[in-house]
């Protein structure tokens, strides 16, 4: 078991920014692709971010492209997400993921360690 620890989420008005951050602990995962997923009450889990495990490429989801920005910190251990122009379809229990992997999947079964949920929550 690899903790994944998640931090930043809360409430905010639409228009709104919020950043999301991921902290592993134990074994590093500099090497391993990451990625942000979200689910709303009564939905499937969907793809939001990815980041390989290089950290030079980088995958969205077309419903956040230019609002959302993936990026990882190795030295940290982090992942973070950060979201721009929040708006209320947005509203969500945002998790971050860990693949075995260098490259990004878009489907959550692809991934193997998962943090415990933020709630994001965006008002109209």
């Known amino acids: 078991q690899v903790p994944l620890v998640e931090s930043g989420g809360g409430l905010v008005q639409a228009g709104g920014s919020l950043r999301l951050s991921c902290a592993a602990s134990g074994r590093t995962f500099s090497t391993y692709a990451m990625g942000w997923f979200r689910q709303a009450p009564g939905k499937e889990r969907e793809f939001v971010a990815g980041?390989?495990?290089?950290?030079?490429?980088?995958y969205y989801a077309d419903s956040v492209k230019g609002r959302f920005t993936i990026s990882r910190d190795n030295g940290k251990n982090t992942v973070y997400l950060q979201m721009n122009s929040l708006k209320p379809e947005d509203t969500a229990v945002y998790y971050c993921a860990v693949r075995n992997g260098v490259g990004v999947r878009r489907t959550p079964d692809e991934y193997n360690y998962w943090g415990q949920g933020s709630r994001v929550t965006v008002s109209s």
């Open positions: 980041i390989t495990g290089s950290g030079m490429s980088t």
